[in-house]
């Protein structure tokens, strides 16, 4: 079964940037594509961004594109969004996600994390 677990939340005022992780386990990642989707108060959980472990792709949310970096790191099974001139509206629980179903506009990932939260105060 496959396991997901963030860190890197935390506030951080409007301009500032964060680091947000994802460490996974239970599966083939090599096959998989992974990616964030962030919630915030009131609002339905929407994409961020994903990738597809053997690099064939990467894909962002127009909303964050030039801003956020999503990338895979040198440990085995680690994921990675950088944050940049992160802005107030960026305040969200952001989730890790994966599937072996490969991207695509309409995905629906199986597989998440609890979930961080990240604040960003103007």
């Known amino acids: 079964q496959v396991q997901l677990a963030e860190s890197g939340g935390g506030l951080v005022q409007a301009g500032g940037s964060l680091r947000l992780s994802c460490a996974a386990s239970?599966?083939?990642?090599?096959?998989?594509?992974m990616g964030w989707f962030r919630q915030a108060p009131g609002k339905e959980r929407e994409f961020v961004a994903a990738?597809?472990?053997?690099?064939?792709?990467?894909y962002y949310a127009d909303s964050v594109k030039g801003r956020f970096t999503i990338s895979r790191g040198n440990a085995k099974n680690t994921m990675y969004l950088q944050m940049n001139n992160l802005k107030p509206e960026d305040t969200a629980v952001y989730y890790c996600?994966?599937?072996?179903?490969?991207?695509?506009?309409?995905?629906?990932?199986?597989?998440w994390g609890q979930g961080t939260q990240v604040t960003v105060s103007s």
């Open positions: 996600a994966a599937d072996i179903v490969p991207y695509r506009s309409d995905w629906g990932p199986r597989s």
């Open positions: 239970g599966g083939a990642f090599s096959s998989y594509a």
């Open positions: 990738l597809s472990w053997s690099g064939g792709g990467i």
